[in-house]
Nanobody
């Protein structure tokens, strides 16, 4: 059974940092592109970042590039998103998601575009 479980969401002030984690079981990291996507209140899904380990490739949306870093642990069981210099517009529910192969969905309308996804973790950035 595949499971993707996010954690690490919190309520923080602008300028602070958070690290989100996604514990994964049931599939091999090297076979999938791993992603973080988010959904702000009242808005649609937004792709945030992706990593494809076999190609050592990472991608970031323009809104987070330079502030967020996607990575995995050496055991390849946990996906991370280090978020620095958080802004109020980063407020959203953050989901980890996986697509088989080297595929990045830059435009997301539904989590069903992915093969697997988690339940989400809330990040609130407010003063």
């Amino acid at each position: 059974e595949v499971q993707m479980v996010e954690s690490g969401g919190d309520s923080v002030q602008p300028g602070n940092s958070l690290r989100l984690s996604c514990a994964v079981s049931g599939f091999t990291f090297d076979d999938y592109t791993l992603n973080w996507v988010r959904q702000a209140p009242g808005k649609g899904l937004q792709w945030v970042s992706s990593i494809y380990i076999p190609a050592h490739k990472t991608h970031y949306s323009d809104s987070v590039r330079g502030r967020f870093t996607i990575s995995t642990d050496n055991a390849k069981t946990t996906l991370y998103l280090q978020m620095n210099n958080l802004k109020p517009e980063d407020t959203a529910v953050y989901y980890c998601a996986a697509s088989r192969g080297n595929i990045v969905h830059f435009i997301i309308s539904s989590l069903t575009q992915y093969d697997y996804w988690g339940q989400g973790t809330q990040v609130t950035v407010s003063s």
